[in-house]
């Protein structure tokens, strides 16, 4: 891939989008540009950076965090190890809708405690059917519910990911153990790959985020769970911070239910190839082609 500044890009996308959508699309860049420094927008795409220009950007960027946060933190980035290939499968026989696992994600992804963000949604839908427009997730009442059942949804790391391909400036991209990240700092905030998702799975931050010094996750990694900018997309990637360092994520651990199932593809003795392989499992949204690694399925 050619270098490619994020000026290049703007201009880019005002010649070929009309440049009224295209500056309305751009809205919360301007006043996230504002803030941001000449190191950090002149950074290279993730994908071009050895690993020396690697280092001197984590270092910058947690320095940043100390003064920004007053925490220290370690930032990583831990890549992909060859011969695993990530996938998740979720047994809605007996998740309960604690959602349990939104708290979790919503704490270890240092996520805004103001809006009380998190990268799982989790549906309440009547039994007898799957319709997801009917799903709600406001619902207060003790749970489970005898009349309902519980969907958690987030990003299905698909192979044929929407989002990746409606990327402008290729700030997403899919790695090889199947997670699809996103380079925080190449992100131009113009929300394409939010509209191109069928799962409604990304998350734009329209302010910077907030998170008391003393709730800050500290293990962090670039691709993963580090604090975002103000203007940026992000989304979940199921917690590669934790799993490539052969850690489960952190959702998986907080269920109560074992409803949860995470592992290597290419291992044939995993658990997620047993349930894969004896469970009847099914995936959202099949018909729209995008080949998602998140599976559901029942006991009986």
Not at 123 to 145: A, N, S, W
């Amino acid at each position: 891939m050619d270098e490619l500044t994020r000026r290049a890009a703007l201009k880019t996308g005002g010649a070929t989008l009309g440049a009224a959508a295209f500056a309305r699309a751009l809205a919360p860049l301007t006043e996230w540009e504002e803030n941001v420094s000449v190191d950090s927008f002149l950074q290279k795409h993730y994908k071009e950076m050895n690993k020396l220009e690697m280092s001197v950007v984590l270092a910058r960027l947690e320095t940043e965090a100390l003064e920004e946060h007053g925490v220290a933190v370690s930032i990583s980035d831990p890549r992909p190890t060859p011969g695993v290939s990530f996938a998740y499968a979720l047994n809605l026989s007996v998740c309960i809708g604690c959602r349990k696992c939104a708290v979790a994600c919503h704490e270890e992804n240092n996520h805004d405690r103001a809006t009380n963000n998190s990268y799982i949604r989790v549906l309440e839908m009547k039994k007898g059917g799957i319709d997801l427009e009917q799903g709600r997730t406001d619902y207060k009442h003790p749970v489970p519910d005898d009349d309902h059942f519980y969907m958690p949804v987030q990003c299905h790391q698909c192979d044929n990911a929407p989002c990746v391909k409606v990327c402008p400036v290729e700030a997403t991209w899919k790695e090889a153990d199947g997670i699809v990240v996103v380079d925080y700092n190449w992100c131009i905030g113009c929300r394409y790959c939010e509209a191109a998702c069928p799962y409604h799975a990304r998350r734009f931050n329209w302010q910077k985020p907030e998170i008391p010094a003393e709730e800050i996750n500290p293990d962090q990694a670039y691709l993963s769970n580090r604090i975002r900018p103000q203007g940026v997309m992000e989304k979940c990637t199921f917690c590669l911070h934790r799993t490539r360092n052969g850690r489960m994520p952190a959702c998986l651990e907080a269920c109560p239910t074992g409803a949860r199932v995470f592992g290597n593809l290419e291992d044939p003795n995993s658990e997620i190839r047993w349930v894969l392989e004896n469970k009847r499992v099914f995936v959202l949204k099949e018909d729209v082609g995008t080949r998602p690694r998140f599976f559901y399925f029942f006991d009986e």
